[in-house]
């Protein structure tokens, strides 16, 4: 398994932009696919980016599109999330992930590393 840990998380008000690093441990982080996914209280942990093993490929949830941007550096075994345009409904602790499956997929439930989360706040 990939050991994960999130950073970047903050309080940042509408309209604002913040970046989530991942740093990943383990020889195996360019063989997986990494993605994002967050949990507001009292919902159901749901996705929001992910990107390819190359970085070649990325997919986006419909509420994110156009305002974040997933990307990876095999070479520093880190992904990122840079969250521009930020809303309040955005707020939720964001989780970054791995899955070891050979196709990109944005289930939840494929994902089987996963970090500790970092909290994200926009105020309004």
């Known amino acids: 398994q990939v050991q994960l840990v999130e950073s970047g998380g903050g309080l940042v008000q509408a309209g604002g932009s913040l970046r989530l690093s991942c740093a990943a441990s383990?020889?195996?982080?360019?063989?997986?696919?990494m993605g994002w996914f967050r949990q507001a209280p009292g919902k159901e942990r749901e996705f929001v980016a992910v990107?390819?093993?190359?970085?070649?490929?990325?997919y986006y949830a419909d509420s994110v599109k156009g305002r974040f941007t997933i990307s990876r550096d095999n070479a520093k075994n880190t992904v990122y999330l840079q969250m521009n345009s930020l809303k309040p409904e955005d707020t939720a602790v964001y989780y970054c992930?791995?899955?070891?499956?050979?196709?990109?997929?944005?289930?939840?439930?494929?994902?089987?590393?996963w970090g500790q989360g970092t909290q994200v706040t926009v105020s309004s």
């Open positions: 992930a791995s899955s070891r499956l050979a196709f990109t997929t944005t289930h939840v439930g494929d994902f089987d590393s």
């Open positions: 383990g020889s195996t982080f360019s063989i997986t696919t």
């Open positions: 990107v390819s093993r190359n970085g070649g490929a990325t």
